[in-house]
Nanobody, 115 residues
Framework: QVQLVESGGGLVQAGGSLRLSCAAS????????MDWYRQAPGKQRELVAT???????NYADSVKGRFTISRDNAKNTVYLQMNSLRPEDTAVYYC?????????WGQGTQVTVSS
């Protein structure tokens, strides 16, 4: 059974930091590209950051220079370090694992940034 479990969300003041984690089980983690998405109320889910299986990373323009995605294949975990948080970063953050036609989602973790 595949599980992606996010953790690390919470309430933080603007300018603060949070580190999200997504622990995967039931998959060969090193084969998968790992993404972080977010969805704010009333908005579509958007791609925030990607860590490919070879370690390359990509970011949405809105988070470049503030967020860092990383992965630890030995721990089957992907991280999202979020610095200089802004109220507009408030959303539910989801991790996604994808490989070939396979695509799995976590349940999400809430991040709320107060002004």
């Amino acid at each position: 059974q595949v599980q992606l479990v996010e953790s690390g969300g919470g309430l933080v003041q603007a300018g603060g930091s949070l580190r999200l984690s997504c622990a995967a089980s039931g998959i060969t983690f090193s084969l998968y590209a790992m993404d972080w998405y977010r969805q704010a109320p009333g908005k579509q889910r958007e791609l925030v950051a990607t860590a490919t299986r070879d370690g390359s990373t990509n970011y949405a323009d809105s988070v470049k220079g503030r967020f860092t995605i990383s992965r630890d294949n030995a721990k089957n975990t992907v991280y999202l370090q979020m610095n200089s948080l802004r109220p507009e970063d408030t959303a539910v953050y989801y991790c996604n694992a994808r490989w070939s036609t396979l695509d799995y989602w976590g349940q999400g973790t809430q991040v709320t940034v107060s002004s």
